[in-house]
């Protein structure tokens, strides 16, 4: 059989998932895995260690770190798109990710099953360039966050209102909705802290 990559998604799914997706979350049992960090602000196993090493390498090899894509707190990052892993990342998302936020807020009808716009990137923080990231709000309804290593000192996610650090462990998701949940990105003071993050939003709330 062909080697499994992080792009051969579409090829065998089933074992896609089986390598590179963390057991639980794997076989959809969403009680089982999600644990509450703070107040609306969840947490569960979503990506294996080999999931979590390739893309680091694959945004390493291919990318150009960008530092300007948002006008307002910027991140050094690189767009799954431009890694050609967007596609990949919304099929996970799909599957894994936007049930959890459906099933324990409860969003029902076309608008939060049918028109969700996501925007994923991997940002990457580092003492010696990048190194925090100020307190502020997301664009979107909810944000996914998933910290993809732990070979750093310092980093998380901080929650001032809810004095909650997320991301403490690799592979595993955080999910929180926008409008309550100002926060920032922790100052990373050694080595090198990377993360994915997707900001999710309803396409054309306003428009018919
Ligand atoms: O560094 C973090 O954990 C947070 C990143 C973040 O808030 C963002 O990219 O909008
Ligand atoms: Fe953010």
């Not at 709000?137 to 996610?157: I, M, P």
Request: with cysteine; net charge negative; charged share 25%.
């Amino acid at each position: 059989m062909d080697e499994i990559t992080l792009a051969s998604w579409e090829d065998n799914w089933d074992a896609w998932v089986q390598k590179y997706i963390a057991a639980g979350t794997r076989s959809k049992e969403i009680d089982l895995v999600v644990e509450t960090l703070g107040p609306d602000i969840y947490h569960f196993p979503l990506f294996t260690h080999a999931f979590c090493q390739e893309i680091i390498e694959s945004a390493e090899r291919q990318a150009q770190w960008s530092t300007d894509r948002h006008s307002f707190y910027p991140t050094t990052d690189v767009l799954l798109r431009d890694l050609g892993l967007d596609d990949m990342y919304h099929k996970v998302l799909e599957e894994f990710c936007h049930p959890v936020a459906r099933q324990h807020w409860r969003l029902e009808g076309r608008r939060w099953l049918e028109t969700m716009a996501e925007e994923s990137f991997m940002a990457r923080y580092r003492a010696e360039d990048q190194q925090l990231l100020s307190i502020h709000q997301d664009f979107g309804d909810y944000t996914f966050t998933v910290g993809l290593n732990t070979d750093f000192e310092g980093g998380g996610t901080w929650f001032p209102r809810h004095q909650v650090l997320a991301n403490p462990k690799n592979g595993y998701c955080t999910l929180f909705p926008c409008i309550t949940h100002p926060h920032g990105g922790r100052p990373t003071t050694k080595g090198t802290r990377y993360i994915l993050v997707s900001f999710c939003r309803r396409r054309n709330l306003y428009v018919d």
